[in-house]
């Protein structure tokens, strides 16, 4: 026996014993003899129990134990079950065998902190037994899984001590996966466990006497079909998938329609040639070859003119058989022949086979068009109406280009008529075409488009998953089995900008603001409003509402998917041992989440807020709200409107470094303290950041992205926005570092207080130089088409990309082992589904209410523009 404990002695004191000198929690090794070593080993079955003691051995002996059969605390239900269980493992039956081999026992890497013993959850669930020995209450023993939660073993939290982290980390408590009865509650097991641990206390020489039973979790699987709030969420996001369906399904068939005519859809151009006719255009719009140069014809392409005379009045009427279109816009010809350049056809007008056109001249111009003007143009496969239009037939609408504005000539009683609930119904069908939104989802911007934004917000994004992903492990120790490697992790300089990852939602805000401001103002003066004192005349009550209603339709039904799986669908999209995390955030957001929906959910209860990565859209539509405070002034008086920004931004200041510097908290005390509810999620921390992008996108549109700095300016400039842009994620590193020393609270003041705005101002300046073509490569690669695309889909990333990392990493039936591989590999993984699901979410949710809504909105104006024409005309 002493042979074969020295081959295994150097492992047994030097690597164990050694170790747990170093922490005072044994005697001195050189007291210890040799000769006691056999004796442990008997007595204790394993030197392990110096460090944790093996739970699963109460439920092995547990029934010949004089304290359970004289505690009246354990149920006659568990007693008798735990019998035949005894008995099943004594008679070598097989389902006894798997419920002993599906418990949790201690594995090595304990000194590395792998306290949590993860048992095997589907094994456990798998074993049924058609025997029952005695009086039994269940023919069929069957198992439940359940996981005991105890107090953090002595000896670790000394460990941690040891390593003199500059910043707390979360207590690794001491987990133990049990497979036992079903007819075994909570309270049997906690009963159990804890009177086991009593009599382990007392023969360990109180190695363990301060563990003690926290909680236990037992874990059930639920089923859908009985739950109602998860059937209605079902139906619903099933309907939207029949939606999407019978919208592709009739954008398809329409579009198959189309392709069968053979020069394509046909375009209808009116205009007046004296006082008493009104001349009527169709065109046949087809692609234009990419060769041909803008406003040049081919031969097939010449303009033929004919003059027809009506047989019931003398109004000459002129055809155009075929008009170029360029590459990438709609285009037609001038509606008079005196007129014969291209004009655009803006990308939001919807070309149908009937729309129609008029010039932007009086209706009642006495301005005749000359004969010999039309010698080239004559008619081919077009029928002339056989009366004259009346004026009354004409519906004017908002102009489109230079020389057109659409109208609608009402069709005769012959034809077939479509009602207005009909059109709505089609444009409400055509919304949900999965072809339709994803063509929009892969188009080409605008010209006006700042380009620059598009990387900064995927770029922004990936660096927030990323710290979501390693965030998740580090605040959940129960699922990683090396938790003091991953400590360690932290003071790392490369882990410095994983930590930091916090100040990507700072850019968000700034890209926010930038946008907010720079449409806001173009739009304004686009209607001539730019030039009014009276700030009720620039937005009126009625503009703010629909801007918000706007707004509303743009980001909550997206909003609302995300809200229906957490709170309703999130117990049945994951299941293991470690699960039991997700349920206790469900109960959360089915308590708070009419928080979530008012957008106060940063404001009331914060520590218990459902979906915590969503306190951004409250800030944001918050700020959203309040930013014609700043908008307006800055469009009237640009002075007053920048000292609006300087006060928001000063406030921002002093109200983060006051409050910060009595609780001294930063991004990895996120949930130790106040920092959390009372700094990191309200709105008086942000709203600096948000005012700098305001005064940003003001600064783009009055300079019409034209201003050019001086060469010494500009690398000046740019040297010092890049040094605060990478200083700021990696200071921490001071801290944070191996033998590192612990800020101040005056120090950490300082830091929060002005690191964000120190970030939005130097990331504004690259926003500015790249918009004002002053950005060189880092420009050309920020404006990269393949950007465009993937920022489109950047919100359903935000909102979905937590949902996924939870339901794959706390639905883990074993630990991590976390490492830089196993960061990178789970990240790059998660990213790139997070990325799948959030392209079918946009184009399934968020772009057929926006479609729908802009068909909304252009039915309205045109209804409007009828209106005033109706009126005008008699």
């Given amino acids: 026996m002493l042979r074969r404990l020295r081959v295994f002695f150097p492992f047994l004191v030097f690597y164990v014993l050694l170790e747990e000198k170093a922490i005072g929690l044994i005697p001195d090794v050189s ?33 010949s134990a004089d304290w359970l059969a004289g505690n009246s605390s354990v149920s006659v239900a568990c007693r008798s079950t735990l019998s035949q269980y005894y008995a099943g493992l004594l008679n070598k039956e097989t389902w006894a065998w798997k419920m002993y081999d599906s418990m949790g026992k201690q594995s090595s890497g ?14 456990c669930f798998n074993v049924r037994s058609t025997t029952c020995q005695g009086d039994c209450h269940n023919k069929n023993l069957s198992p439940h899984f359940c996981s005991v939660h105890m107090t953090q073993a002595p000896w670790l939290s000394k460990l941690v001590s040891n390593l003199q982290l500059p910043f707390p980390v979360p207590s690794s408590p001491f987990i133990v996966d049990v497979c036992v009865p079903t007819n075994c509650s909570k309270q049997d ?75 394509g859809p046909e375009i209808t151009i009116g205009y007046e040639n004296n006082t008493d006719s009104f001349g009527i255009l169709r065109i046949l719009v087809t692609p234009r070859r990419k060769s041909r140069r803008r406003g040049t014809l081919s031969s097939s392409e010449t303009l033929e003119h004919d003059k027809t005379k009506n047989a019931n009045t003398d109004k000459t009427v002129t055809l155009v058989n075929k008009v170029p279109v360029e ?28 729309t129609d056109l008029v010039p932007h001249t009086n209706l009642h111009s006495e301005e005749s068009v000359p004969d010999e003007d039309a010698n080239s143009v004559t008619s081919s496969n077009m029928e002339i109406p056989p009366t004259p239009i009346e004026r009354k037939s004409v519906s004017l609408t908002p102009r489109i280009n230079r020389q057109h504005s659409i109208i609608e000539v009402r069709p005769s009683h012959r034809s ?4 207005s609930s009909e059109n709505i119904l089609t444009d409400f069908l055509l919304s949900f075409s999965f072809r339709k939104n994803t063509r929009h989802i892969l188009a080409d911007g605008s010209a006006d488009t700042l380009f620059c934004l598009n990387g900064i917000r995927v770029l922004s994004i990936a660096w927030i998953v990323l710290g979501n992903v390693y965030g998740t492990m580090f605040w959940n120790p129960d699922i990683v089995d090396n938790y003091l490697s991953a400590v360690k992790m932290t003071q790392t ?15 968000f805000f700034v890209l926010s603001g930038t946008l907010g401001a720079y449409n806001f103002l173009k739009i304004k003066t686009k209607a001539g409003k730019h030039k009014q004192t009276d700030w009720r005349k620039i937005m009126s009550l009625k503009e703010y509402f629909f ?38 955030n469900v109960k959360i957001c089915k308590k708070n989440w009419w928080t979530n929906v008012l957008f106060i959910n940063n404001l009331y209860d914060p520590d218990n807020m459902c979906l915590p990565h969503t306190y951004y859209l409250a800030n944001d539509f918050q700020f959203f709200i309040m930013a014609p405070l700043v908008m307006i002034p800055l469009l009237i008086k640009p002075r007053l409107g920048f000292a609006l920004i300087g006060m928001f931004l000063t406030l921002q200041i002093v109200v983060v470094s006051v409050l910060n510097e009595g609780i001294n908290g930063n991004v990895l005390k996120l949930r130790l303290n106040e920092y959390w509810s009372l700094i990191y999620v309200k709105p008086y921390s942000r709203i600096g950041v948000y005012c700098i992008g305001l005064g940003l996108g003001y600064l783009l549109f009055n300079c019409d992205r034209q201003m050019k700095f001086r060469k010494m300016f500009l690398y000046c400039g740019w040297i010092v926005s890049c040094v605060i ?44 130089c790249c918009s004002t073509g002053q950005g060189a490569f880092v420009g050309k690669f920020l404006s990269w088409n393949v950007f465009l695309p993937l920022c489109r889909i950047t919100y359903g990333v935000f909102l979905l990309h937590p949902i996924l990392i939870h339901v794959v990493i706390e639905s883990a039936h074993n630990n991590f082992y976390l490492n830089l591989g196993e960061l990178v590999y789970t990240y790059i993984a998660l990213f790139v589904c997070s990325y799948g699901l959030a392209f079918l979410l946009i184009s399934c949710v968020e772009c057929p209410f926006v479609a729908f809504e802009s068909h909304i909105r252009l039915r309205f104006k045109k209804w409007m523009s009828e209106r005033k024409l109706h009126n005008l005309l008699e």
């Fill in 189 to 263: 097991i906690t009963t159990i466990v804890t009177e086991f641990l009593r009599l382990e206390n007392s023969s360990l020489e109180n190695t363990t006497a301060s563990i003690q039973v926290k909680s236990v979790l037992c874990h059930e699987r639920g089923d859908v079909l009985i739950d109602t709030p998860a059937i209605i969420c079902i139906f619903i996001l099933c309907t939207i998938l029949l939606m999407v369906i019978l919208g592709t399904s009739y954008d398809i068939n329409k579009r198959r329609k189309k392709l069968r005519v053979k020069h």
């Fill in 110 to 123: 304990v000194l590395f902190g792998a306290t949590t013993w993860t048992g095997n959850y589907e094994e």
């Fill in 493 to 507: 300089l490369w882990m410095q900008m994983v930590i930091n990852t916090t100040l990507a939602a700072d850019s």
């Fill in 547 to 584: 801007m918000i209603v706007h707004r509303l339709i743009r980001i909550f039904p997206c909003y609302a998917v995300l809200l229906m799986l957490g709170t309703n669908l999130m117990p049945f999209m994951g299941d293991g041992p470690r699960w039991s995390h997700e349920i206790e």
């Fill in 416 to 419: 077939k008529k479509l009602t």
């Fill in 327 to 354: 590459d990438n816009h709609k285009s037609i010809l001038g509606t008079s022949p005196l007129h014969s350049d291209l004009q655009d056809i803006p990308e939001d007008i919807e070309m149908r086979e009937t």
């Fill in 31 to 63: 007291k210890l003899d040799l000769g006691d070593l056999p004796g442990r080993l008997e007595d204790h079955h394993s030197v392990s129990y110096l460090l944790l003691p093996h739970i699963y051995r109460a439920f092995l002996h547990s029934e």
């Fill in 725 to 768: 842009l990478f200083l700021l994620p990696y200071i921490t590193y001071l801290e944070n570092r191996e033998g590192g020393q612990q800020w101040t609270g005056t120090q950490t003041a300082i830091y929060e207080a002005f690191s964000r705005p120190a970030w939005a101002l130097a990331l504004s300046w690259v926003i500015f």
